[in-house]
């Protein structure tokens, strides 16, 4: 469901002739992380061996082959997946925040499909994930499971600890999400109130053989971060959990159950997370197929036949949104001064955080939007420059925007129109300010999730 350039075209982007240019830009880093194109490069088969990471698989030496797919790009991973060992395929489950479009009719009656919430866990999600779990509950060692995980796992794919409830664990992750915590911080605290997460899911598959298969939306690609790891060894701790929590002064404002639940983890009184050398990963393959550092070498390649001079960022993107907004558009308007007189283009990628502050109602908008936001008044007055933000899966936060495009003149046109982004800043309000420019890029849901994407463009 990877977007053909038109659909990222924005006020700005239509009326100025490099407008389509980078159009084609972001539709490139988009295409080189392509669920279905990735797992084509990353899983081979010939006759009856599947291979996978160096491994070979026979597949006539497993009674059942199962699919089960977790995360935004369940569909299309499980989809591609499904046609590699479609003649062997026994069932499967996929669980995304959207199932639309659907799957082929061919796997309508092999592969169930089931909703869940994100970012915020709702019911939805613990139902479909105790279905899940009541499917997969009697393997044996003659099945194989390939498990396909990608972004927003951790969310969707949800089942709390004995004694706490959906209720807490909802206060909890809108908790973390207004303080600003890193996904490695939420997903940490994450692996160690939950039954499945932090390599659990694998207890609860064994003994059947299992691939996972990881798209990845950590920096880094840490496969024990990505939708918080169910099918891998977990090196953090309840002590580690207990640490973030500290850090961010949460004790008194998390729910009782999950402090208790978390202070009996690191007393001995409640069993760790599985690490390295559990049985339940014995034989056990896993591997990431594409991850945010495809998105910018893909948007590289389209930048450098497009004529720019082009390179990615060696620093990835990080921090509070709006502070990395004002920092990037520093860097562009030193761009302006440089001596270099061809285009340039700076990419960088990775994932920012927004903290909810004040005592202002927060408006609608999502890290990506936030940090476009922090750059329009150090970009004002600049001429021939741009920055443009990309969610890869379509989705900002809880908006239908992907990201927005800044140049010199945005913080005049809004002036004329009566907005001040230092408001919308302070109410955290930068979908509002955008649409009202017109400059949101409204792709849709894309399919794929490695995170965000930030260019720096001088034309």
């Known amino acids: 469901m990877i977007k053909p350039a ?19 830009i972001l539709a490139a880093s988009l295409a080189a992380v392509d669920p279905a194109a990735a797992i084509n490069r990353a899983l081979q ?23 089960l797919a977790i995360g935004k790009a369940g569909i299309p991973m499980a989809v591609a ?28 009656e092999k592969i169930k499909l089931y909703q869940g919430g994100h970012p915020i866990p709702d019911q939805n999600s613990l139902n479909s994930t105790e279905e899940i779990l009541s499917l997969f509950s009697s393997q044996t060692s003659n099945d194989l499971i390939i498990v396909l995980i990608s972004g927003g796992g951790s969310a969707l794919f949800t089942s709390p600890q004995t004694g706490i409830s959906l209720k807490d664990l909802q206060q909890a992750n809108k908790i973390f999400l207004e303080r600003g915590l890193n996904i490695q911080e939420i997903n940490t605290i994450r692996k160690h109130i939950s039954q499945i997460k932090g390599g ?6 064994y003994p059947a053989r299992t691939i996972s298969v990881i798209l990845s939306d ?14 891998v060894p977990d090196p953090s701790t309840y002590d580690d959990a207990l640490a973030v929590i500290r850090k961010y002064q949460l004790e008194g404002r998390l729910p009782t159950s999950i402090n208790t639940h978390l202070k009996a983890g690191a007393e001995g009184k409640i069993p760790e997370t599985p690490k390295v050398g559990d049985p339940v990963f014995q034989g056990q393959t896993s591997l990431v197929i ?58 960088t990628g990775g994932e920012t955080t927004v903290s909810l502050t004040g005592s202002l109602k927060p408006g609608r908008g999502g890290r990506n939007l936030e940090l476009a936001l922090g ?8 001429k021939g420059l741009a920055l443009i933000t990309l969610a890869t899966d379509g989705e900002d936060g809880v908006t239908d925007s992907a990201g927005a495009v800044v ?51 001088k034309f």
Not at 81 to 106: F, M, T, Y
Request: proline content about 4%; some cysteine.
């Open 6 to 24: 038109e659909s990222f075209l924005t006020r700005t982007l239509r009326e100025y002739p490099w407008g389509i240019k980078i159009t084609r």
């Open 45 to 67: 088969r010939n006759g009856n061996i599947l291979s996978v990471a160096g491994q070979e698989i026979k597949l006539e030496d497993f009674k059942n082959v199962y699919l």
């Open 81 to 108: 997946a499904g046609d590699l060992v479609s003649d062997h395929l026994s069932g499967g489950a996929v669980l995304s925040k959207s199932l639309d479009p659907g799957i082929p009719d061919d796997y309508q």
């Open 200 to 205: 659990q899911l694998a207890g609860q598959l």
């Open 218 to 231: 950590v920096i880094g690609d840490p496969i024990d971060m990505i939708a918080s790891g169910p099918t």
């Open 290 to 347: 594409a991850g945010i550092q495809d998105a910018m070498n893909g948007a590289l390649g389209q930048a450098q036949k497009e004529g720019y001079l082009s390179q990615i960022s060696p620093d990835p993107l990080e921090g509070e949104a709006k502070m990395a907004g004002d920092r990037l558009a520093k860097i562009l308007c030193q761009l302006e001064t440089s001596e270099y007189q061809e285009g340039n283009c700076l990419i």
């Open 375 to 382: 750059a329009v008044r150090q970009m004002s007055g600049h």
């Open 407 to 457: 140049t010199g003149e945005t913080l005049a046109r809004a002036e004329e129109l009566g907005l001040n982004p230092d408001d919308f800043l302070a109410r955290h309000d930068s979908y509002t300010f955008f649409k009202a420019l017109d400059d949101l890029l409204l792709p849709g849901a894309t399919g794929t999730n490695v995170n965000d994407l930030c260019f720096l463009f």
